[in-house]
Each structure stands twice: as C-alpha cells, then as structure tokens.
C-alpha cells in the first residue's frame, strides 16, 4: 500500500493532536438503513451478511454515505461478530432480533477448543473489503478498520446473542474467573490478529468498540475489560512515527474509565454522552485524543437544535483543553438509528465543520 497520507487528512491530524483547519467529523453507523440506497443494496445482495461478505458491495455502502455528506473518514462496512464467527460459532441474524451464535460457549470445554482465526483465509473477505474499499477512496478520505472489544466479543459468545443483564456472561466471570479469562485471553489475541491484518490490507486508523463495558461494575470493568484493552493498546503493531494508525478506544458508559483508557497508550478515547466533554478531556489531560459525544438522539430534533447541540459540545472541549479545538475527532456518542433523517446528518456534518473553522 503506498504511503500517500490522504488529501482530507483532518481526521488523522485531530487523532496526532496536530492543528487542522476544523474539526474533522464522522459517524458511527455512518453507512446503514436510514439510507435509501443501502436499503436497496441491502434488497440486492439478500442480507446484511451477504453484503458484509462481499467485498464489492460492502465497499460499496461504505461509500454511500460519502457521496451525499462531506465526511472526514470511512469506516470499514462489515461487523464485530466476524471474529467469533470465524472461530466456529456460526453467526447468523433473526430479523428483528438482531445476531445470533448456533454454537454458543457454554462451558470451559467449549473455551478450551477456541483458536485464532487465520486472517487471509477465514476473514479473507473482510481483508479484501478493506483492500477493495482503499483502492476506490483513492487517498480521499482515511478510512477506519475495527474490532469488537474482547469483554464485547465475549458478551455475544457467551450469552449467544444480545441480552438483557448479561446474566450468563457475568455468571462465567464470578463463578469460574480462569476459565473467563482464558476466553478473554484468547479473544484478545485474535482482536490483535484482526487489527493489524486490517492495517496490513490499508486501513489507516483503528477503532476498538467496548459496547458493554458500561454493564459492569467497576472492580468487573477493571478486571474482565480495561485489562485486555490495555493488553491490546500495548501490544497492537499499528506502524511508527508519521505512518502509525492511531487506535481508539470506544466505550459505552466508559466515562469513569477515561483517564485509565488515556493512559493506556491508545492514542485516542471515545466515549459517549453521558459526560460532558470538557470534563472528558480534563481527564484525558492532552496524553490522548477524544472522540465523540452527540447524543445520537439529537438527530431526531430540528437542524437549528442540532447545530446548537454541536456547537455546546465543540465548546465544552475547548473548554477542557485548554481553550484549544486540537486533538478532538466529533462523533455521535454512539450508533445512529434506521429512522433518522438523512436531511439531519447533513446539517450536522455542516455545522460541525463550520462552527469549528479556524
Ligand atoms: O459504523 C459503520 O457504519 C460500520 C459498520 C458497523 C456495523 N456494525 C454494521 C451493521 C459497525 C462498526 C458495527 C459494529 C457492531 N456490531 C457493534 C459495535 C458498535 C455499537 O453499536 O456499539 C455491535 C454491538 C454489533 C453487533 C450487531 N450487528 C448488532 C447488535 C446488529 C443488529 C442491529 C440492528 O439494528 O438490527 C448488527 C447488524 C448490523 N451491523 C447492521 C449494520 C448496518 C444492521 C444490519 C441490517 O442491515 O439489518
């Protein structure tokens, strides 16, 4: 892959802590069912896993939501539950009901039989996408590889799809530790594979998503996710100097964790609505960048409130660092929804950038 830095290369520079001309801005979900056209992509291709195994058509609804909103980076459009799947469990998804594991784990035997996945053959397909999708960005726009984080992974693997308290998984961590964190071990080390065979095939910066890290207390956060976090920020190859692929660190409800995930060595923590984001940088104290945190709610209300909402939260973190617009990447403090208004994530592309110029 050539070394070429991309020609919007905001995104990057925000995560370096370097100065840009405004504040780079994307979206998690950017690509998905609030768009028309990924609806018909989606009606082509059959289903969700079909499009996400093919590389041409994931490419493809990657770069939907580009061609209609000024974007500073694409994000890989595939799923965190590739990597469990390619591990054996049989991944499918019950509409309606979200994903589901034919073999779930159920007990330390189920463990003890997991290995890592082999990269270029069983995730071949995702290696391919980001390949496919580099190669037609064209050094537009950086783009985004990603992983489920391994308490995250471990909650589907476990629990056999999504849950309510997380029951089955919590018991395995209180009831049998070692066997948990032989899970956890042995996900975190394909979590790391998968990174950097992502940053092999092209993707210039990684995001980790610890969806429910925020479901535990903290003793449990410390112990059954921040560890192997830590583990990956240490421990992830992601290049040197200029040509290093910033990692993220996304958690849901991680706002009492954020000096600890700034600490780790991640160079940028993301984190969601529930705390102000002066305070987050305050905390994050200039040894990491930011990313977030717009309610993703707020996209459900008018553009004027909207634009207000964007421009308290670019000020909140000047606020907290500072009085400097440096190191912050905005995002949604989480996922948007298949109802919101195309119209609405336009205005608030646009306020972002232009409440944020220089
Ligand atoms: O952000 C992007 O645009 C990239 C694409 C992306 C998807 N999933 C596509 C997807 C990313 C980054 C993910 C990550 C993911 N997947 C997470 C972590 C992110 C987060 O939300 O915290 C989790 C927990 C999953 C697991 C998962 N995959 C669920 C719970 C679902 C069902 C959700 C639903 O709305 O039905 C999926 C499927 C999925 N992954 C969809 C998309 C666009 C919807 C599939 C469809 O078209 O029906």
Not at 225 to 254: T, V
Request: with cysteine; net charge negative.
């Amino acid at each position: 892959m050539p070394a070429q830095p991309p020609r919007n290369d905001r995104f990057l520079r925000a995560l370096r802590r370097e100065p840009v001309d405004c504040t780079p801005v994307w979206l998690m979900r950017q690509a998905g069912r609030y768009l028309p056209e990924y609806r018909a992509t989606r009606r082509e291709a059959g289903s969700f896993l079909a499009m996400a195994k093919n590389p041409e058509l994931a490419c493809e609804v990657t770069l939907q939501p580009l061609r209609r909103f000024p974007l500073d980076a694409a994000i890989l459009f595939s799923d965190i539950l590739t990597v469990p799947d390619a591990m054996g469990l049989g991944l499918y998804f019950v509409e309606g009901e979200g994903p589901k594991f034919e073999h779930p784990i159920r007990s330390a035997a189920d463990i003890d039989r997991l290995g890592v996945p082999d990269m270029e053959t069983d995730l071949r397909y995702v290696m391919d996408a980001v390949r496919t999708i580099r190669r037609e960005l064209d050094g537009s726009v950086p783009l985004i590889g990603f992983s489920g984080s391994p308490w995250t992974l471990a909650c589907y693997m476990v629990e056999g799809g999504g849950s309510d308290n997380y029951g089955r998984v919590k018991s395995l961590a209180l009831n049998e530790p070692a066997a948990m964190h032989r899970l956890l071990s042995v996900v975190t080390d394909a979590v790391i594979a998968y990174l950097r065979a992502q940053h092999q095939a092209g993707a210039q910066a990684l995001q980790v998503f610890d969806t429910w890290g925020g479901v535990l207390s903290p003793a449990m956060y410390r112990e059954f996710s921040l560890r192997y976090l830590k583990r990956i920020a240490a421990e992830l190859p992601r290049g040197d100097g200029a040509e290093r692929a910033p990692l993220i660190l996304f958690g849901k409800g991680n706002a009492p964790y954020v000096a600890d995930l700034a600490a780790s060595g991640a160079e940028a923590v993301g984190v969601d609505w529930t705390i102000e984001l002066g305070d987050a940088a305050r905390a994050v104290g200039g040894r990491a960048a930011l990313q977030g945190n717009l309610d993703p709610v707020t996209l459900y209300a008018q553009p004027e409130a909207i634009r207000r909402e964007v421009g308290r939260a670019l000020d909140s973190y000047r606020d907290g660092n500072g009085g400097s617009r440096e190191g912050h990447v905005f995002n949604l403090g989480h996922g948007m929804s298949p109802d919101m208004d195309p119209d609405h994530v336009a205005a608030l592309v646009q306020a972002v950038h232009e409440l944020s110029a220089r």
